[in-house]
């Protein structure tokens, strides 16, 4: 009732504005006329918000010859099929607090349905002041959501920001409190354009307690340079410890419907583990270097597609997964109750993470108006294990055919063998339906 109130009152609103317009236009005298404009009518909102609703029920089929499955569920009632909804209501938009300075906001609530149980999230993505201090020169302070880098699937250079979900690519990101500056300049040269980001972001008890494993003060830089027609950014992170980093990336068009792009990212003493033969977690602490290299191309058809290489420098080897495999069917084996507990602790853990292990390739390619339909699009994506060959596929339409709405039906299945890892998922397929509401 809400909605259709509010769509009711959307309608009037624009019937109004056009009946307003029409008379103004043809209600003129012959004579005389008067062309003058109210601009103070038209100017921009002092406050700025939209509002988001997402609906997304899921149903996914368990892999019950999973050792996560026979881990979690055997003290429990085993179960072939589970189900996974959820809600998503978000709001953001900006506030202008003065002549040169401006709130912007991010807010999301979350409610999830999982396994029989009810949980609620809610997170200020960002919030933050930002001043424009001079035409080309702006600070700002509060939580602010950066996403450096030029991959699609992962930006290793992102050093003071959060990494996508492969699930969820384009969803909004939580971002990090801190103060920080950008200068740009335009010139004329080879050089055209250039930009520096400065960031001091504390880690804090209660103030960005998961950015550092201690507490302190850390700070990250961003040199973006248009250099001819190539796209070149160098990054900079200092930390206590030896917690440092360094990176570049570069985008290029070689022709306008190709792109190639490159990402690399250096931490000398970086947080890492290994797992032991005995499936004991071990960490230290080393050199890590991050590497992608990607392309995106657009055929003839309206076809885009993106092809990715990835290495993770700390991710686990075959060898450390299979250290892993073998404890835990040593624990369902002689059915020892704290080390099959144990065992699915250190799944979740140490695991069940995004680019676990070394090298993967990720594909996607995508359409509009599929099937000549203009509310139609699809895709298709892929993460590829390098190490053990398996790999998640989803395929995906979406339906864009009412104003304001996106309705988008998903299908993904994990498959690989008993020892890879995407084969050892608790789900093996997985279908989604998600319904978004703008307003």
């Known amino acids: 009732m809400t909605l259709l109130f509010g769509n009711f009152k959307r309608l009037l609103r624009n019937v ?9 236009f043809t209600g003129l005298p012959a004579k005389g006329d ?17 509002y988001k609703l997402d609906l997304r029920p899921g149903f996914s089929f368990l892999n019950a010859g999973s050792r996560l499955y026979q881990l979690s569920h055997a003290l429990k009632e085993p179960r072939r099929t589970q189900q996974n909804h959820s809600l998503l209501v978000g709001v953001n938009g900006s506030y202008q607090a003065g002549g040169n300075s401006k709130l912007h906001f991010d807010g999301l609530l979350t409610l999830n349905r999982f396994m029989g149980e009810t949980r609620d999230n809610h ?20 939580k602010k959501t950066f996403k450096w880098g030029k991959g699609y699937a992962w930006n290793p250079v992102n050093f003071a920001g959060r990494q996508k979900d492969l699930n969820d690519i384009d969803l909004a990101l939580s971002g990090y409190s801190m103060v920080y500056s950008q200068y740009t300049r335009s010139m004329s040269g080879y050089l055209s354009n250039m930009t520096l980001t400065m960031a001091l972001v504390p880690a804090l008890e209660d103030l960005n307690d998961d950015f550092a494993p201690t507490q302190s003060y850390s700070f990250a830089s961003q040199l973006y340079m248009l250099l001819g027609d190539t796209d070149v950014d160098f990054y900079l ?20 419907n ?6 690399l990212a250096v931490s000398p003493r970086q947080s890492a583990y290994d797992i032991l033969g005995n499936g004991a977690v071990d960490f230290s602490r080393r050199q890590k270097t991050d590497l992608l290299l990607g392309t995106r191309y657009l055929d003839h058809r309206e076809i885009t597609y993106i092809l990715e290489y990835l290495h993770n420098g700390s991710g686990l080897t075959q060898r450390e997964m299979h250290n892993y495999f073998a404890a835990a069917d040593s624990a369902l084996a002689l059915n020892n109750r704290p080390l099959m507990r144990q065992a699915a602790y250190n799944y979740g853990e140490f695991i069940n993470r995004q680019f676990v292990m070394r090298d993967y390739l990720y ?3 995508s359409k509009p108006e599929l099937f000549d339909d203009l509310y139609l699009a699809g895709s298709v994506f892929t993460i590829l294990n390098l190490a053990d ?14 104003t304001d709405q996106i309705i988008t039906l998903r299908y993904t299945a994990n498959l690989g063998n008993r020892n890879s890892e995407f084969g050892q998922k608790l789900s093996s397929d997985r279908v989604e339906l998600r319904c978004q509401y703008f307003f």
Do not use: C, W
């Open 258 to 263: 190709h792109e190639i792009h490159a990402e």
């Open 16 to 24: 109004a504005l056009i009946g307003g317009i029409f008379m103004a």
């Open 389 to 402: 060959k398996s790999s998640s596929t989803s395929f995906e339409v979406n339906y864009t055919g009412q």
């Open 237 to 256: 992170f200092a930390g206590e410890n030896g917690r440092h980093r360094f990176g570049v990336d570069f985008s290029r068009n070689l022709a306008e």
């Open 123 to 142: 997170v200020l993505n960002e919030g933050y002041l930002l001043f424009e201090l001079d035409a080309g020169l702006h600070l700002g302070i509060g």
């Open 34 to 50: 008067d062309y003058s404009f109210d601009v103070a009518a038209f100017k921009p909102k002092r406050l700025e918000t939209n």
């Open 363 to 365: 594909f996607k390619a």
